[in-house]
Structures are given as structure tokens and as C-alpha cells.
């Protein structure tokens, strides 16, 4: 199975600052070394095949393979393996309770944050059990130690009320996600978590327990502390997987399960972009593109950052996890837009702007009135020298399209460079490429500047 992404940098190489082709096929031998290096050495590192010397320690590496690894164990043991495990457990739990929290910190959210937002229902919590196919609703609590964040979250649950759940709707269960216990981290919620969920179940303790997963690794801190507290359903991570690259991990794909989210067809995806990424040479392979025009932009105009244009909100959770990996990986900063929250400034900025566009929606197109007569330029749409354009579609879907090819027209007339990552739809298995993919670019890219990805 070929990725399903696209990238398309030419929009980068065709104005006066952009790159010129032959930079990009100069850095070809450079990215086919590294591609090498990920998927062979640093495997063999892992494995304890060879030893890892100190200028790669830490090696937090395990997620490149780790979507093939799941997979395969499951088609070896539909009952043992970790995944068959998970999908047992979620299914039974998805019974019982009608809410689920999730507590971790910030850098364990973001991914089951970002996969929640791409493959769910936009106001998934909003809807009613039924319209949720029997779902349970999803809290993510653990950003801060916020004293009203976390007693709101308790009051949401019911706790204030001190007495058990009478009915499913008032029933939820916990899941605590993580590494260490750090003196001001979220291991010193677990245990009013705990003591409320065990009120919620009546004063059952076992039952309690029965309702409360713990995904981390086997040696962490927060796994010792959750086996004192007694919780039932035990996850493991590997050990070598920092929290900037567990998305696809148990760490994403349980709370995604809990959502009903397809986690077999997120790691199917995955899977994909990474065999096109460890078969396919420089010239054709995308991923190694991506990166290669990111870096060249970088030491081309040495601005310490790079942009999103984002054209889905079902895609801003997964820029926020995307800003968090790159700020940990290459000290980047990414400067996201929404469309159209941009005008005459942002085309003007000098760093390359990535656009990410989506082909397909999840609802039928939105039918829209007749076209305008005529178009009216504002100030926030300064580039707009032509929109007539924008009122010749039917749909809501033919108007956004419209808009991401005007804007694209604008953008090169003003000067601006660009490149062009393509979603054909924002489902489960585009979402699970989306993250491999970058994921395996973001360790390129800073290998290309001679860091370690995972320190």
C-alpha cells in the first residue's frame, strides 16, 4: 500500500527566493545516508544488535517501527498481543462507563488530543450517547496544575456530590498515561482520581480499579505508583520512545479505541509511509523531500521557524502536536493560519509556508446560494485582487477548494515560497500517515543539522 499524502514542492522553486532544483538533488546522497541510518542502524541499536555510542544516547527511537511491530503481533496472537488486549479491554469499558478521562501531562496529550479532533465527530462530546454509537465522552485533564481546571473536571465527573453513579450516564473511568512522577506532575492527581472514581462506583474498590488503565512504560515511576493503588489493566510503551513521538503508540491509540477510532487502519497508514520512507531513494521519496525543503529554507533565511497554512480545523490539534515536536526536536517555532486569518503581512514573511489542504470531507458538501455579482476586497483579504471566483461555487467544499487555489495564486504573485502536503481526506488512515510522516521528517531534519531528535 503507497502513502496517500502528497507533497509537492514546486510552488517553493518558483519565485526569486525560492530553491533552485539542483539544492534539493545536491542533498540527495546526504538524505539516502540518513534514511539508511534510521532504518538500519538505529534498529540494529535498538535491538542491541550493535552499540549505541554517546553522541546518540538517548535513542528514542522505537516509533519508527513500532506501527509494523503492533500489527504483526496481532496477526500472531489475535488474543495475547498488546493490541488484542486493548481492543478487549476498551470494548468492555466502552459498555460501562459514559465518560473517560484521561490524565496525563501535556506532552502525553497532545497526540490522543490531536487524533481525537481528526477522526471524530467535531462535537463529539456534545452528542448524545446514541449519537455517539455508545461511545464514551473524553476529558483530558493534566495540562497544568491549575487548582479550577482540575476541580471543574472533578465536578464534571460528579465528585462533589459524594455519592454513586445510578446510571450509565453518570458512570466514567480513568486512564492515566505517562513516564515519570515528577514532584509537580500529574501522578499527585491520580490519587483524588482515584478516591472519586471509587465514590462513583459506590464504594467498590475492585470495581474501581477494574475501571482505571495505566499506559506507561514497565520501569516508570508512575507504573510503580499506579500497582500500589491497584489499578487492573496494565499498557506498556516501549522504553525507548520519548512523549514527543508516542502518538502512535498505546499511549494515542487507546484513548482512541475508547472513541472508536480504527486504530488498525491509523497503523495501517503509518505503516505505509514508513515502507515508502525506508524502500524509496531521495529523488522520489516524499518524506525525505519534506524534510530536505524544510532544512534548505531554514539555512537558506535562517529565520528559527516555519509556517502552517492549515485549511481543516479538524487539523489545529494535530499543528499544536506538531509545534510541541518540533520545539523539542529542532528548538523550531511554528507559526500556524487558519485561512483566510491572514493578509498582506503574512504573505510577505520570509520563512517557506507549508500549506496543508484536505481534498474530502467526512459530510456531504454543504449546498450554498447562487454565485455574487461582485466581490468586495476587505483589509483582512489584501491578496483578493481577483474573487469573483469565490462566489462560483455551489458548495461549501467547491469554495474552500477555491479558495486554497486563489490564495496559492496570490501567494506565488506576491513572492511568497511555498510547498504543498496533501490530504486526500482527514480519516484514519491519512491521520496515521500524517503522523509517521512527520514524525520520520522531524528526525531527518535534525540529523541534516547535526542534533539528536530525541535530547
Given at each position: 500500500m503507497l502513502p496517500m499524502l502528497r507533497f509537492d514542492p514546486s510552488l517553493a522553486m518558483q519565485v526569486g527566493n525560492g530553491l533552485e532544483p539542483s539544492e534539493l538533488a545536491c542533498v540527495g546522497p546526504v538524505l539516502d545516508k540518513l534514511r539508511d541510518e534510521i532504518c538500519d542502524i538505529d534498529e540494529k541499536m535498538l535491538s542491541g544488535e550493535i552499540p549505541t555510542p554517546p553522541s546518540k544516547q538517548p535513542l528514542n527511537a522505537a516509533f519508527a517501527s513500532l506501527p509494523q511491530r503492533l500489527l504483526a503481533e496481532y496477526e500472531a496472537d489475535r488474543t495475547a498481543s498488546q493490541l488484542a488486549r486493548m481492543l478487549a479491554v476498551t470494548k468492555q469499558l466502552m459498555t460501562e462507563v459514559d465518560r473517560v478521562v484521561v490524565l496525563a501531562e501535556p506532552s502525553w496529550l497532545s497526540g490522543p488530543r490531536a487524533l481525537m479532533q481528526a477522526c471524530c465527530q467535531p462535537h463529539f462530546n456534545e452528542l448524545t450517547r446514541g449519537e455517539r454509537g455508545s461511545r464514551p465522552r473524553m476529558v483530558f485533564v493534566g495540562d497544568s496544575l491549575d487548582n479550577d481546571a482540575v476541580q471543574g473536571a472533578l465536578q464534571l465527573l460528579g465528585a462533589h456530590r459524594g455519592r454513586a453513579a445510578d446510571c450509565l450516564a453518570q458512570r466514567w473511568a480513568l486512564v492515566v498515561m505517562g513516564d515519570a512522577c515528577e514532584p509537580f506532575g500529574v501522578g499527585r492527581l491520580l490519587f483524588p482520581f482515584m478516591r472519586a472514581l471509587e465514590v462513583n462506583c459506590g464504594g467498590d474498590g475492585q470495581l474501581a480499579r477494574s475501571r482505571a488503565i495505566v499506559v506507561a512504560r514497565e520501569t516508570s515511576p508512575l507504573r510503580q505508583l499506579t500497582r500500589e493503588v491497584g489499578i487492573a489493566h496494565e499498557f506498556s510503551i516501549p522504553t525507548a520512545m520519548g512523549a514527543a513521538y508516542s502518538g502512535l503508540s498505546l499511549v494515542g491509540l487507546l484513548p482512541a479505541a475508547l472513541l472508536g477510532i480504527n486504530v488498525m487502519k491509523l497503523l495501517e497508514g503509518a505503516r505505509a509511509v514508513h515502507n515508502h520512507f525506508r524502500t524509496t531513494k531521495a529523488a522520489s521519496n516524499e518524506v525525505l523531500q519534506y524534510a530536505a525543503v524544510n532544512h534548505l529554507f531554514q539555512r537558506k533565511l535562517a529565520t528559527g521557524g516555519r509556517s502552517w497554512s492549515l485549511w481543516s480545523e479538524r487539523l489545529d490539534a494535530m499543528a499544536a502536536w506538531y509545534q510541541r515536536l518540533i520545539r523539542d526536536s529542532l528548538g523550531e517555532v511554528l507559526q500556524v493560519d487558519v485561512w483566510p486569518k491572514f493578509g498582506k503581512s503574512f504573505a510577505a514573511r520570509p520563512a517557506l509556508l507549508q500549506q496543508i489542504v484536505v481534498r474530502q470531507f467526512r459530510f456531504d458538501p454543504l449546498s450554498l446560494p447562487g454565485p455574487r455579482t461582485q466581490a468586495t476586497e476587505t483589509e483582512q483579504e489584501p491578496l483578493a485582487q481577483d474573487t469573483?471566483?469565490?462566489?462560483?461555487?455551489?458548495?461549501?467544499?467547491?469554495?474552500?477548494?477555491?479558495?486554497?487555489?486563489?490564495?496559492?495564486?496570490?501567494?506565488?504573485?506576491?513572492?511568497?515560497?511555498?510547498?504543498?502536503?496533501?490530504?486526500?481526506?482527514?480519516?484514519?488512515?491519512?491521520?496515521?500517515?500524517?503522523?509517521?510522516?512527520?514524525?520520520?521528517?522531524?528526525?531527518?531534519?535534525?540529523?541534516?543539522?547535526?542534533?539528536?531528535?530525541?535530547?
Open positions: 469573483t471566483s469565490f462566489g462560483s461555487s455551489q458548495t461549501l467544499v467547491g469554495t474552500l477548494l477555491d479558495a486554497v487555489d486563489h490564495t496559492q495564486q496570490s501567494l506565488v504573485r506576491a513572492g511568497r515560497p511555498m510547498s504543498v502536503l496533501t490530504l486526500p481526506r482527514v480519516d484514519e488512515p491519512c491521520v496515521g500517515e500524517l503522523l509517521q510522516w512527520l514524525m520520520l521528517a522531524t528526525v531527518v531534519e535534525a540529523r541534516l543539522l547535526g542534533r539528536n531528535p530525541y535530547q
